[in-house]
T-cell receptor
Framework: NAGVTQTPKFRVLKTGQSMTLLCAQD?????MYWYRQDPGMGLRLIHY???????AKGEVPDGYNVSRLKKQNFLLGLESAAPSQTSVYFC???????????FGPGTRLTVT | DAKTTQPPSMDCAEGRAANLPCNHS???????VYWYRQIHSQGPQYIIH???NNETNEMASLIITEDRKSSTLILPHATLRDTAVYYC?????????????FGSGTRLQVQP
């Protein structure tokens, strides 16, 4: 099993550009999450999904959109990137009732 | 979710036990204590969890006080690879709709 994978690993955007981050998991997990982590801080939840075709807002959803068209994939979109969105983005997944979330390796995004 | 308080940093000598404290004085009766760690900006990794009783697995031991207002994560024989940020999190069992809330954690430095 590859676990949770994220694409791309690194990206540099100019202000106003758009992009999509892809998260994929092969553990048949129902729940998936997108977090962001700013320097020296803990993770903050952006959006999450409790199943295929469903999404919900987390703690810091503004400026982001998500989609869960397939159970194994969770996409995070930035329609018009801003410097404040410079961060490391982590995807995670879990079973419906679980003690453990499985995290991907992260995507480092810089917006100039 | 109950708030947690952890020291910002700790040092430990290689081969010795690392004892990481966590205060969670507002924990409710059905909330679990989870520990995760993050090694060098990788995705967080689950370590252990507990409700009331002390717990042990291949990675660590978790000691929860009888009043459940504090806990200690113990790495019995710390190695250089245990250098990481350790997060103590209090949350309900079902993590799907209540994603984990990561604070600033404790930065553990294992010294050779």
């Amino acid at each position: 099993n590859a676990g949770v994978t994220q694409t791309p690993k690194f990206r540099v955007l100019k202000t106003g550009q758009s992009m999509t981050l892809l998260c994929a998991q092969d553990m048949n997990h129902e729940y998936m999450y997108w977090y962001r982590q700013d320097p020296g801080m803990g993770l903050r939840l952006i959006h999450y999904s409790v199943g295929e075709g469903t999404t919900a807002k987390g703690e810091v959803p503004d400026g982001y959109n998500v989609s869960r068209l397939k159970k194994q994939n969770f996409l995070l979109g930035l329609e018009s990137a801003a410097p404040s969105q410079t961060s490391v983005y982590f995807c995670a997944s879990s079973y419906v009732i679980s003690y453990e979330q499985y995290f991907g390796p992260g995507t480092r995004l810089t917006v100039t | 979710d109950a708030k947690t308080t952890q020291p910002p940093s700790m040092d430990c000598a290689e081969g010795r036990a690392a004892n990481l404290p966590c205060n969670h004085s507002t924990i409710s009766g059905n909330e679990y204590v989870y520990w995760y760690r993050q090694i060098h900006s990788q995705g967080p990794q689950y370590i252990i969890h507990g409700l009331k009783n002390n717990e042990t697995n291949e990675m660590a031991s978790l000691i929860i006080t009888e009043d459940r207002k504090s806990s200690t994560l113990i790495l019995p024989h710390a190695t250089l690879r245990d250098t990481a940020v350790y997060y103590c999190i209090v949350s309900l069992l079902v993590t799907g709709r209540r994603a984990l809330t990561f604070g600033s954690g404790t930065r553990l430095q294992v010294q050779p």
